[in-house]
Every structure is written in C-alpha cells, then in structure tokens.
C-alpha cells in the first residue's frame, strides 16, 4: 500500500507543449509559403523570414528589457510573425512590415502580459495597423505573370460577381492576386487538414466559420457565395487565425458560435461595406466577445446543481 | 507664496486634469493631431479657465447653491465668446482648425469640475493660479501629444517637414492612434510620479468622504465604525 501517490490535480499529463504545437502551426503553414514562391516570386521568402524574426526579437527584447521569464522559445512569436507576412502583398517594404510586426507583438500581445494573455489576435492587430497606415502599399496587390484571364487584373472579391464556377479551379491553384499567404487554398486547406489530423485545432471553427460565410453571403444575395469562400482571406482566417488558443472559446458549442458570429460579419461587411474583405475585422470583434461566450456555454457538471 | 505654488504644480502634475482626473479628453483626442491646433486650444482653454476661475471665486458668496451651475456656465459662455470672437477676428486660421471645439469649451469639463470643486470653495488668488496651473497641465499634455503625433503620424512639425513623404506611420493621426498615445502619456506621467518604494496614489479630486461613494478607486478608506454611526443618527 505504500505505492499510492498523493497529488493535487492534474493527474494526466501529454507530451504536449506550447512549443510541440506551435510547430504543427508551422508545418502547417508551410505548403501556403511554398505556393506563395510559385504564384508571386522568392521575395515572400524575404518578407517571412524578416517577420518572424523581427516578432522574436520585439518579444525578447521586451521580456529582457522587463526582466521576465524569456518566453521566445514557445514559438509562438514564429507564428504570429509569418501570419502577419502572409498578409500583406509580396510588394510591402519590410520596414514597414517591421512596424506591423512590433505593434503586433508590442502592443497587442506584451502589454497585455504575453503569451495566454492578449485579447486579440496579434496578427490580425498587426495587420490592422498595417491597413490604416500604409493602405496604398497594403493594397497594392501584385498579380502573377502566369496568370491570363479576369483574374489577373484584380483581386477575385473585386470581381467576384463577373466570375461563375469555371473559376474555382484557378481559385483552388492561387494564381491571381492578393496578399502572399492566402491565395492558394489548396496548400491552405492542406495545412487546415494536417492540424486536424494532428488534433491540434478543433474542426469547429473553420467548418462553422465557411459554412457561415456561405449560407449568409447567399441569403444576402452576394455574388458566387461558393467561389466567395474560397476567395480573399476567409480560408486562411478560418484555418489559422481564427483558431488561436488564447482568443477562441473553450467548449465546442462555443466555438461553433464563435465561427457562425465570425461568418455573419464577414458577409455583412464583403455585402453590405465599403471594404472587399472583412475576415481582419470579423475575427477581431468576435475575439472580443469571446469571454462571454465562454461564460455561456461552459460545460455543467453531470448531476450538478443548477443554480436558481 | 509657496501655497501658490503647490496649487500651480497640482494642476501640471499631481492632479493633472487629462491623464490623472482623466477630464476634458473630448478635446485631446480630437485636436492634438496638429501642433498649432494643440497650442491654440491649450491657450484658448488657459485663458477662459484663469478668467472663469477668477470670476467664479470673486462671486462665490453672491451665487445661490441652488442655481450655481447655470450661473457658471453664463460665466463661462461669456469668457468662451470672448475667445471665439478674437480668435475669429485675427486668426481665422486657427478658428477654422479648431471647429466645433472652440465652442464646446463652454461644457468642457474642466472648466466646470474647476468651479464646482475649487474655485466657489477658495480665494480669488487660489483660483487663479488653480485655473493657471490646470490650464498649463492641459496644454502640456496635449502639446506634448500632438508633438508625437504630427511627428510620427505627419512627418512634420508645426508644418515643417522632418521625416521625408513615405515614412509616416499614418495610423497614429487617426483616432485608435490617439486613444494609443493618450494612454501611453497617462502611463509615462504616473510611471514618473511613482516614487521610489511607494506607488502614485491618485486622489481623484474628492474630499475623502468615502462612506456613501460608489467610485472604484484605489485610495478608498474604509468606513469606520463612528462614521457610519454617524450616518445611522
């Protein structure tokens, strides 16, 4: 009897980490940079790595600075740093993508306390401030060579209602333009399907995310609602963005609220507002609103009491 | 004299009105985009603030309590008119620049959280120098904003170009930069009164009676026993 262990919870632990996540992210980013090599040249190499390790350095800059636990290590300012390049067009001067990159990790993340703390996602607070103070080179999308018919004159959700199905093959390829990361779906949907696999996300979001933008971009009477999910941002935001950790709900229930809220907005902005795309600003709202879906839909104890 | 002083240095620092009684901000978002609008109305606001203090204090005693707040407003609107008119008159430029905010003086909550808290409670000197220091405390802060502001966002200072077009972080002349830079200098001038060992306290212009606020503030005292027998009698 002397080989009962006593101790206070949790009694299961996984191999998994922070870092052994954040990995997976980034395996699962890659195939997008890949494409994004073919479709728009080797600059999105440049701009990638000079993100990812400008993140780094601002985060372990600040905690040096600060004298806190250095936290560089989890990786997780790797993430934030290639999501901000992919984006902006492959054409973004890199000191200003720099600037994104500090307000990203500076002011969204450390100042709220770091890793697990930040309310939005660094990412898309980065991009934000990109968007409002550089617009002409945030806009300035780069069209491929390759490509040669309507695509290749504007972004897909400018002419979206000058498209029809026979489209969505070169949609699927990425060959048109916008910004670096989010053009091909078929490396993103790749990434989507190995972070399932890998169990590291939860299909909820991105499923209810698409399916939302697609059931309210046609009740709405936007153009193409099919070739609408697989054009602009909303792929890569569904899959990678709108599933972080920190600023998603816990329970499933939550998060399939989480992925409709985020696809009414994005179909209400790309319908109804001045803007193309509104995945930045949907995800962002609904991060915001995340603690009280959290309270919500906690889970009740089986049996437990219901309190009057 | 050193009174005096005091007074001065409790409204530049201590007590400043934007980022420590957090009064007034309306303003300070909206017009500390240029250096010459942010010098202007830190100016116009000085002014009517010294004048409406020094009038406040000198017919605190004629006043009645009951109608105190209408009577500083006329006071106020009055020395607000004056402002308007001259500014009018010889700097049209600036009038134009300032817009609708030279004439929301009239209800800035400066002028009249100086009346109602100071100037109908203390002398004619007092108030001048608490409406003096109080409007210095407002143009500092809000001079001392648009600087960065115009720099980073702008290029330029007071028009001059500085930083050479294409290097301007835009983002910063627009509102979520000013809420940014507002709260970046709230934290710099509580992080400069922090004393060595001993937190900046904060006493947000109240008298200390503390039994019957609902406000969440740090300084709170707890409601003794003899007080709140006070209270039942």
């Not at chain 1, 009740?219 to 899959?239: C, K, N, T, Y």
């Not at chain 2, 530049?12 to 303003?27: A, Q, R, Y």
Request: glycine content about 10%.
């Amino acid at each position: 009897m002397n080989e009962l262990t006593v101790s206070v919870s949790p009694h299961i632990r996984s191999a998994r980490t922070t870092r052994s996540i954040m990995l997976d992210v980034i395996l699962a980013l890659m195939p997008a940079l890949v494409a994004s090599v073919f479709i728009f040249g080797a600059r999105t190499l440049l701009l990638t790595a000079v993100s990812a390790a400008a993140c780094v350095l601002c985060e372990y800059l600040w905690e040096k600075g600060h004298k806190m636990p250095i936290t560089i290590g989890d990786l997780s300012a790797v993430v934030t740093g290639i999501l901000l390049a992919y984006n902006v067009p492959v054409s973004m001067p890199v000191w200003q993508l720099i600037v994104g990159d500090a307000a990203a990790i500076l002011v969204a993340k450390m100042l709220f306390g770091g890793i697990g703390c930040n309310f939005m996602n660094p990412a898309l607070v980065g991009r934000i401030v990109l968007m409002f103070s550089f617009t002409s080179e945030m806009t300035a999308y780069v069209f491929p060579k390759t490509s040669i018919d309507a695509l290749s004159s504007a972004t897909p959700l400018t002419v979206l209602d000058k498209l029809d199905m026979s489209a969505l093959p070169q949609l699927l390829y990425g060959v048109h333009g916008g910004v670096i990361g989010e053009t091909c779906m078929i490396a993103l949907l790749l990434g989507g399907v190995y972070l399932v696999a890998r169990k590291v996300i939860s299909p909820a979001i991105p499923l209810s995310y698409l399916g939302a933008t697609l059931l309210f971009t046609w009740l709405f009477g936007g153009a193409q609602p099919i070739l609408a999910i697989f054009s602009g941002g909303v792929m890569l935001g569904a899959i990678f963005m709108a599933t972080d950790y920190v600023t998603s709900p816990f329970t499933t229930k939550g998060k399939l609220i989480f992925g409709l809220g985020c696809g009414f907005i994005t179909a209400v902005i790309r319908v109804f507002g001045n803007y193309n795309e509104g995945v930045t600003f949907a995800i962002l709202l609904m991060n915001l609103v995340v603690p009280y879906i959290n309270d919500l839909t906690m889970t009740k104890p089986l049996g437990g009491v219901t309190e009057k | 004299m050193k009174k005096k002083m005091a007074i001065l240095k409790n409204g530049l620092f201590t007590e400043n009105p934007v980022l420590i009684l957090v009064l007034g901000c309306c303003s300070v978002l909206a017009i500390s985009v240029t250096v010459k609008g942010a010098l202007g109305m830190g100016l116009a606001l000085t002014f009517v603030l010294v004048c409406s203090n020094v009038v406040i204090s000198a017919l605190r005693k004629l006043i009645p309590d009951q109608i105190r707040i209408p009577c500083y407003i006329v006071v106020i609107a009055t020395f607000v008119t004056i402002v308007q008119m001259v500014l009018e008159a010889y700097i049209p430029e600036l009038y134009k620049a300032l817009g609708i905010f030279l004439a929301l003086i009239v209800v800035n909550c400066i002028i009249l959280g100086r009346a109602e808290m100071f100037a109908n409670k203390n002398t004619v000197g007092d108030s001048f120098f608490d409406g003096l220091g109080m409007g210095l405390g407002y143009t500092m802060v809000i001079v001392g904003i648009s600087v960065f502001r115009e720099l980073v966002g702008n290029g330029t200072l007071l028009g001059y170009r500085i930083i050479p077009e294409g290097y301007q972080i835009r983002i910063i002349t627009q509102t979520p930069g000013g809420f940014f830079c507002f709260a970046c200098a709230m934290a710099i001038l509580i992080a400069a009164l922090d004393k060595k060992g001993k937190k900046f306290n904060p006493q947000i212009g109240c008298d200390g009676c503390c039994g019957n606020c609902n406000l969440g503030c740090t300084s709170r005292t707890p409601v003794t026993d003899k007080t709140s027998k006070e209270a039942e009698k």
